[in-house]
């Protein structure tokens, strides 16, 4: 089994694992279910830092969707910032039901900025 510490990139895999079930308010033998698995062998993956085949990965990442460029290119997450990272992972775990009421959030704030710059630029 591949350890962590032998995958860069892949060092908050089993972390967000964990915090994407536990979001989705599933138990771990469910999600175990879901993709396949032992239930042991997801509780590895989460405490352990024990890095799952590439098909159990990639359900892993499906069903508790996280962001895969996260653990295939983190170049590109590293350019972002820790929040920036938190808030763009927290709604891919929204519910669709939710997301006009952020989108309206992002909007408002957009405009502000737009009219502080417009009122500096006065």
Request: proline share 6%.
């Amino acid at each position: 089994m591949t350890k962590v510490e032998d995958c860069p990139g892949f060092e908050t895999f089993g972390a967000d694992v964990k915090a994407a079930r536990e979001t989705k308010r599933l138990a771990r033998k469910t999600l175990a279910e879901m993709v396949g698995i032992e239930w042991r062998y997801l509780a590895n993956i989460e405490n352990q830092g024990a890095i799952p085949s590439l098909p159990v990965m990639i359900q892993l990442i499906k069903v508790c969707g996280l962001p895969v460029e996260r653990y295939f290119n983190p170049e590109i997450m590293r350019e972002e910032s820790e929040q920036r990272q938190r808030v763009s992972h927290k709604l891919k775990l929204c519910p669709e039901e939710y997301l006009p009421i952020i989108e309206g959030a992002i909007d408002g704030a957009l405009k502000m900025e737009q009219t502080a710059k417009q009122k500096e630029d006065a």
